[in-house]
């Protein structure tokens, strides 16, 4: 029986591959196929739905019900069974159709007759393209043999459509990755940027996903495969640290696993293609990711996605390098980056987006090193963006237009050009100090992470840099970076900072930051465990290293260090005795010592507000850690979307709680800055600056604008719109400060 079925679904889709060879229209290939395949199964209906948008199905072609209903019924996704198959990507067999449940009613199509229902959804790559049916008046379920045969066809459709193969009139049959397509994702870096797509990995193309000869196929699997077992245990035997080994030896599972294998096997003995074969199984891998819930069994079914990938460069020998040349102005698209290999772009690229990612990660640094926008959690990306394809990216919102109308680029380009002319205007006050209405001077300074951000220290018109993150160095190599390596860095930066003052944070490693060659920690909640000040202490070594590295680019020129997480009085004190031990070591030594030293602390965490009053009058200066501190506040993880938004700076009982380490900074004299995403938004700088802040970090593009209101803005007035606010009882001072904002516009 198997030989039988195996040898109709041979047959099945060599008709399939006459059909597709000749020059007929879109519409007319469908119509043969539905045809064929209602012949070759035995039953009196066979129908293929595909997505309009992604949200409507349209009833494409059909044998056997009413011709009339083709191109005029239409349903929502999750709508009556068909609608069913394509929302949770998986078949639907029932042999009492009218009685199953979510079944919709359409009288156009005369289904009622046809109690049989077998749907199985036609997806490529975990995208859902349609739907493929076949109905039969006979009622009963379909057999294994039938599904199996119908899921190899839907295969062969999906790669069908993706070339090209059924293009005619309407949305539905509309060229693919040719329509307009707006991505929502999540905000990582801001920015606006216009460009052509480059795919960081593309995807392979799959030419041939009808096989002439199964034998012949079937040695090419097997000789792949092997070649890709070999492959992973050679990067096994190169794994440089154990996480990597874990990841590997998954790998080598997957590669040597029979069930795969088998299954690969069987879809060549049904006709397709050793590449199709592998991409099939790749598809319902994917789906099956998009539904887990476990974390575990996600990583695991992504490493399967990984090899399948590998195993189809194989096949193909499609590799990363196409050809393709990269674009003058390119947006990358990746599922997701490491540091490293973002900072082998460098400034080239005026956009990112990313399927995966997160706020905080390295790639996230890395990009805001670089001032390029950043969206991530973008859905589909590398489904539907292709190489060389226009796109708009809006980093303030957080949406992509990918093959954008006139419409759009016109408007975006107004935005753009909006920018431009907002730009133009704080260069003219570039070199001039954000001095206040009532007369109140704010210093703001930026942040950097990379030689690269240096020079916009004199185009920003930055005072200095209030935050230098010295852990991009580690994170974009395999192995701990050396001494002396450090040291020149450090020392190249205050040479490029010429004389102004830089702020270097020490190591601020752990929770989202895991340098690759340590060890991981299975922390369940690695932002309140070992992390920054924490695995500095408890590691000295690295401390230590790094301390020297820093003292001995000062070279006798003053040097300010921070440590970064401080939750308690005693882990400032055991660190600056780290400072003094590095400072004793390096005049043994005869090093010439830093002119000045200032040590501080970041406040990141609310327990640090309490400290005891020593501490404030020992702590060389203080610089609150936003993004931190307000997760901490809220008890709102900054990297879970669900929960991040709904808290807000200008929340009253935060910005009260920032008001009273301010005036503990005060009676202490303690110098005292703001460092953060939010430092870098007007409207949240202006009221940091009401309650009292004088100094104040940000990536440098935002200092224009914050500078341009600060210069506009009289801080008593504002101080008081926000004492009114809370007199009145309001929950957060936003709505009144932009009356009031409006007011003076």
């Known amino acids: 029986m198997a030989e039988r079925i195996e040898t109709e679904s041979r047959k099945l889709l060599g008709r399939l591959r006459d059909a597709m060879a000749g020059d007929d229209p879109g519409q007319a290939r469908l119509d043969k196929i539905t045809h064929l395949i209602a012949g070759s199964i035995g039953c009196e209906v066979c129908s293929i739905y595909l997505f309009r948008d992604e949200d409507t199905l349209e009833l494409c072609a059909t044998e056997g019900l009413n011709p009339d209903s083709v191109h005029q019924t239409r349903m929502r996704l999750g709508e009556g069974l068909v609608g069913r198959v394509a929302r949770r990507r998986q078949v639907v067999n029932t042999a009492d159709a009218p009685n199953a449940r979510g079944f919709r009613f359409m009288p156009e199509t005369g289904e009622e007759v046809f109690p049989s229902f077998l749907g199985v959804p036609i997806q490529r790559l975990g995208e859902a393209l349609g739907v493929l049916v076949i109905q039969s008046k006979q009622a009963r379920e379909f057999s294994a043999d039938e599904i199996y045969a119908l899921e190899v066809v839907a295969m062969v459709l999906a790669e069908m459509a993706e070339l090209g193969a059924f293009v005619g009139e309407g949305s539905a049959m509309g060229a693919r990755h040719s329509q307009p397509a707006m991505l929502r994702g999540t905000v990582a870096q801001e920015g606006v940027a216009e460009g052509h797509i480059w795919l960081h990995e593309p995807r392979v193309v799959v030419t041939n996903p009808i096989a002439d000869d199964p034998h012949r196929e079937l040695e090419r699997l097997t000789e792949a495969v092997e070649e890709l077992r070999v492959g992973v245990d050679k990067m096994l035997t190169l794994a440089a640290d154990k996480e990597q080994a874990q990841v590997l030896e998954a790998y080598r599972m997957f590669a040597n696993s029979k069930g795969w294998m088998r299954r690969m096997q069987e879809d060549i ?24 819930t476990d974390n575990y069994l996600r990583e695991r079914l992504s490493d399967l996605d990984d090899l399948s990938n590998r195993l189809l460069r194989i096949l193909t020998g499609q590799g990363s390098d196409t050809g393709a040349e990269m674009p003058a102005d390119p947006i990358l698209v990746a599922r997701n980056i490491g540091p490293a290999e973002l900072l082998d772009y460098g400034r080239s690229l005026k956009g990112i987006i990313l399927e ?15 001032a390029i926008p950043l969206i991530v959690h973008t859905e589909r990306a590398t489904l539907e963006a292709l190489n060389g394809d226009h796109v708009m990216v809006d980093g303030e919102q957080g949406i992509v237009h990918l093959r954008p109308d006139d419409t759009v680029v016109t408007a975006f380009r107004d935005k753009m050009a909006m920018q431009a002319a907002a730009v133009e205007r704080y260069a003219s006050i570039r070199d001039k100090p954000a001095c206040t209405l009532c007369g109140s001077t704010v210093a703001l300074h930026m942040n950097a992470g990379l030689m690269a951000d240096l020079p916009s220290l004199e185009g920003s018109g930055a005072e ?7 852990e991009l160095q580690f994170l974009v190599r395999n192995q701990m970076p050396r001494r002396s390596e450090l040291s020149a860095l450090y020392a190249r930066v205050l040479d490029a900072a010429g004389g102004k003052p830089v702020i270097f944070r020490t190591l601020d490693i752990g929770s989202d930051k895991v ?3 340590m060890k991981p920690n299975d922390e369940p909640n690695p932002a309140l465990g070992w992390r920054a000040i924490r695995v500095g202490l408890d590691k000295p070594g690295i401390m230590r290293m790094q301390l020297q590295a820093l003292l001995r680019a000062a070279n006798g020129r003053p040097l300010t260090i921070m440590f970064p997480f401080v939750a308690q009085y005693e882990e400032y004190t055991m660190a600056c005795a780290e400072v003094d031990k590095a400072m004793e070591r390096e005049a043994r030594l005869g090093h010439v010592l830093p002119s000045a030293l200032k040590v501080g602390a970041m406040l990141e965490t609310p327990s640090l507000a309490f400290a005891p009053q020593k501490f404030f009058e020992e702590v060389g200066f203080l610089s609150i850690g936003g993004n931190d501190l307000k997760q901490f506040f809220f008890a709102a993880d900054r990297e879970n979307e669900r929960v991040r938004r709904r808290y807000d700076t200008l929340n009253v009982s935060f910005l009260s709680f920032i008001e009273r380490i301010v ?3 005060d009676q202490t004299d303690t110098p005292l800055s703001f460092c953060g995403e939010d430092a870098g938004r007007p409207v949240e700088a202006l009221c940091l600056a ?5 100094s104040l970090s940000m990536r440098p593009a935002s200092i224009g604008p914050v500078k341009s209101l600060l210069r506009r803005s009289n801080l008593e007035e504002v101080r008081k719109v926000i004492a009114d606010a809370r007199h009145r009882g309001d929950m957060n001072v936003r709505p009144a400060i932009m009356d009031y904002l409006r007011d003076q516009s």
């Open 269 to 292: 003995s049904n006709g397709l293609s050793a590449e199709a074969a592998v991409e099939k199984e790749q598809s319902l891998a994917r789906a099956r990711m998009g539904q887990a």
């Open 356 to 370: 995966a990612g997160s706020v905080g990660s390295h790639a996230a640094i890395v990009a805001r090193a670089l």
């Open 464 to 470: 200095g840099v209030g935050l230098f993150r010295t």
């Open 515 to 517: 340098l690759p060659y």
């Open 663 to 665: 005036e503990r900074c």
């Open 690 to 694: 009401a309650i009292g802040l004088r």
